[in-house]
């Protein structure tokens, strides 16, 4: 099984990074992708694949809630590191209306602008859109080619998922919140169909039952994907080589 967003990378995980991996490895987790958020996350990041190179890919991007009316500095710092080492992914990149909607437009001008560094350098996005759909498909509206990616952290509708695939064959990431209570994202695993969903956990967020109220981790992807299995009616490993196999093909891992 393949954690395709996790920020295990961050300080929650300071006093027992190594046992994490450990245990995500003992759990079947065979590789871990990790996205950025800011200028603070980079070298952490980057300190965590490099202790891990086999077994973790990074991303690089600036995260829309840390978009803001001064953010151009901080997304120019981020575009002059993509040289750095092998990305796999731009992200994580997007639009957020759930907090503060007061810098919508820079949000979708820096996630326009990010979308350009991933077209001209032939890579995948990694988009977080919370409560931001329309504006995510307005900027797509701004490009004549779009690079593939996954709609991270999905828990939109069926419509959703028609209009998003009205621009592209993107991939959904399925976490912890498809095991909760009143999740609407089970209802809206047929639409998305096992060959387009990737797993991931969001670690140190969204754990999911039975560890809810935890820290989240990437050894509780298993639990996602029996979550998945039984709401497709398949098996979990059939959820895990379906979306280890799409895993490979986005990201273009070994």
């Known amino acids: 099984m393949i954690d395709t967003h996790s920020h295990i990378y961050l300080p929650e995980f300071d006093g027992d990074r190594d046992e994490v991996v450990a245990r995500a490895r003992a759990a079947g987790v065979n590789h871990i992708v990790l996205p950025n958020v800011d200028l603070t996350t980079v070298e952490p990041m980057y300190r965590l694949n490099d202790a891990y190179p086999d077994y973790t890919s990074v991303a690089m991007g600036l995260h829309p809630i840390e978009v803001d009316g001064d953010y151009r500095p901080a997304l120019e710092a981020i575009a002059s590191r993509l040289g750095e080492r092998r990305f796999v992914a731009i992200g994580e990149i997007g639009i957020d209306m759930y907090w503060d909607?007061?810098?919508?437009?820079?949000?979708?001008?820096?996630?326009?602008?990010?979308i350009s560094w991933a077209v001209e350098r032939d890579l995948p996005v990694i988009i977080h859109c919370r409560d931001g759909l329309d504006e995510v498909l307005q900027v797509f509206d701004r490009f004549t080619r779009l690079p593939q990616g996954v709609f991270h952290s999905f828990g939109g509708t069926v419509d959703d998922v028609r209009r998003i695939r009205s621009y592209g064959d993107f991939y959904f990431g399925v976490n912890g919140v498809v095991t909760f209570k009143r999740s609407q994202v089970p209802a809206v695993l047929p639409e998305i169909g096992l060959g387009r969903i990737l797993l991931e956990t969001d670690a140190p967020y969204l754990a999911p039952v039975p560890h809810r109220g935890r820290r989240n981790e990437s050894s509780y992807i298993p639990d996602i994907a029996a979550c998945i299995a039984t709401h497709l009616g398949v098996t979990a490993e059939e959820v895990s080589s379906a979306t280890d196999a799409s895993a490979r093909r986005l990201f273009r891992l070994k």
Do not use: I, P, S, V
């Open 101 to 114: 909607k007061t810098h919508r437009a820079e949000q979708m001008d820096a996630f326009a602008e990010q």
